[in-house]
């Protein structure tokens, strides 16, 4: 078992920027970490993953190079830095985690472990 929780979200004009930030609760650096986001009335939606020792990452097709996502072992986090914020963005914004990938791209996202979520609000 592993607990997930967020910080880190906010509201921000279009055109910010805002750090989310991923605090696991055990040793995850063997794991894939990422992110997801959900809004309202709308489906689930994959953010970005990045694998164990950040050797590769992977992103939704809607970010368009403005997300980074990083991750500090040491200290069981995972970051995902969001430029170029447009209104479309605003979401709830969860920081999940599983031992492998391939949850992450499946339909509807089902990596095992989820975090509460954090809520980002981009204004026009």
């Known amino acids: 078992q592993v607990q997930l929780a967020e910080s880190g979200g906010g509201l921000v004009q279009a055109g910010g920027s805002l750090r989310l930030s991923c605090t696991a609760s055990?040793?995850?650096?063997?794991?894939?970490m990422g992110w997801f986001r959900q809004a309202p009335g709308k489906e689930r939606e994959f953010v970005a993953a990045?694998?164990?020792?950040?050797?590769?990452?992977y992103f939704g097709d809607f970010v368009k190079g403005r997300f980074t996502i990083s991750r500090d072992d040491a200290k069981n986090a995972v970051f995902l830095e969001m430029n170029s914020l447009k209104p479309e963005d605003t979401a709830g914004y969860y920081c999940?985690?599983?031992?492998?990938?391939?949850?992450?791209?499946?339909?509807?996202?089902?990596?095992?472990?989820w975090g509460p979520g954090t809520q980002v609000t981009v204004s026009s």
């Open positions: 055990r040793r995850t650096s063997t794991w894939v």
């Open positions: 999940t985690a599983d031992p492998i990938l391939a949850p992450f791209q499946a339909v509807g996202g089902k990596p095992d472990y």
């Open positions: 990045i694998t164990w020792s950040g050797r590769e990452t």
